[in-house]
């Protein structure tokens, strides 16, 4: 468990032990959320799943759909949520589900109970994962640890080698890297390392796409159903905030037009890839309004507050992956307190 997800975990079991997500709950629970899911999928007993935090299990989607219907909160879809923020509708509390990426998971195990539910869900797509031009490169990096005793990479134009032996030391050595690649001041830089990376250590970094990722005929199947929204998320999953104006403003609207083309209704919505404040800020804010969308969200954590109306470009987000996967936390993390404390009980950062 990294640093920030234990801190996040013991201030959440100090909320709900200490029951003060109730009392909490009128100043920090907003209108509603949008809550940030990835993989859904049965766990795997693998030592070293440094990606686990992008995954829940189906009983626990399930379960959390229950609990949140229970609590009274309705879940909408993002074309509903806009519309309520637009008009002031806040009868009742809110919630939509978000799914990044646009796995396979979302289609073969994630849909048939969301279905079931009748249950309004968002898909954000990355263009060059169906056309199986992504790069899925935390994955490919988790793919070279795992296999690998020792890795070299050249550091600021220093040979360094690592071991990796452990599953401690890949799961260390796995933090280190990702982070300074996240770290990297260009995308260019950062793509560059990891397709060296797998180049020399036998990772196709392109079959993730075809292994994880729906096809377009897989996408077009979940967008024929009106539960379904499907949002744009850039071509090449970038982090924004590191190109060019030029570059990220094409790669906005380039994905907007490749979905247009191949579902034939042009996207609505954005998804800032990453999304936190060192991967999407205010031009890219600007940018997503000017190219039409009606809401973009981010991973800032947070909840909606009728107040967010004014910024339906920074959306925060509550993440119900991974770390935090106990019905106990989705309460706490529903009620607004844990991302409350997080921010500070500042309510709208668009900053
Ligand atoms: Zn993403």
Redesign the pocket.
Do not use: V
């Given at each position: 468990m990294g640093l920030k997800q234990a801190i996040i975990r013991t201030g959440l079991e100090a909320l709900y032990f200490s029951g003060s997500h109730r009392w909490l709950r009128p100043f920090v629970g907003g209108v509603g959320a949008i809550l940030t899911l990835?993989h859904v999928r049965p766990r795997r007993h693998d030592g070293f799943q440094p990606n686990r935090l992008r995954e829940v299990t189906p009983r626990f989607l399930e379960a959390a759909i229950k609990t949140i219907r229970r609590s009274g909160i309705e879940l909408v879809s993002l074309d509903e949520m806009h519309r309520r923020l637009s008009t002031g509708d806040f009868a009742r509390r809110f919630a939509c589900l978000t799914f990044?990426?646009g796995y396979r998971d979302t289609l073969r195990l994630a849909y048939p109970i969301l279905r079931r539910h009748g249950v309004p869900f968002a898909i954000?797509i990355?263009t060059s994962f169906p056309d199986r031009l992504g790069e899925l490169w935390w994955l490919a990096l988790e793919a070279v640890i795992a296999r690998k005793e020792r890795i070299g990479l050249v550091i600021d134009d220093e040979d360094r080698r690592f071991d990796c032996r452990t599953v401690k030391e890949k799961q260390n050595l796995f933090d280190a890297l990702y982070w300074w690649l996240r770290g990297r001041k260009t995308e260019e830089e950062l793509r560059h390392v990891i397709r060296d990376l797998a180049a020399r250590y036998g990772v196709e970094l392109r079959a993730f796409c075809d292994e994880l990722c729906m096809s377009w005929a897989e996408i077009a199947e979940l967008a024929a159903d009106p539960l379904v929204t499907i949002g744009a998320?850039t071509v090449n999953?970038c982090m924004l905030k590191k190109l060019g104006d030029e570059a990220a403003r094409s790669e906005m609207r380039e994905s907007a037009a490749v979905l247009e083309a191949a579902l034939g209704t042009r996207p609505r919505h954005f998804?800032d890839?990453?999304?936190d404040p060192a991967s999407a800020g205010p031009r890219e804010f600007a940018i997503a309004g000017e190219l039409g969308f009606k809401t973009a969200v981010t991973a800032r954590p947070g909840v909606v507050f009728a107040e967010h109306r004014e910024h339906l470009m920074a959306l925060p987000r509550v993440s119900l992956d991974g770390e935090y996967q106990q019905r106990r936390f989705l309460r706490v993390l529903l009620s607004g307190a844990g991302t409350a404390v997080w921010n500070g009980f500042r309510r709208v950062d668009a900053a």
């Open positions: 990835h990044d990426d954000y990355p998320h999953h998804c890839p990453f999304g």
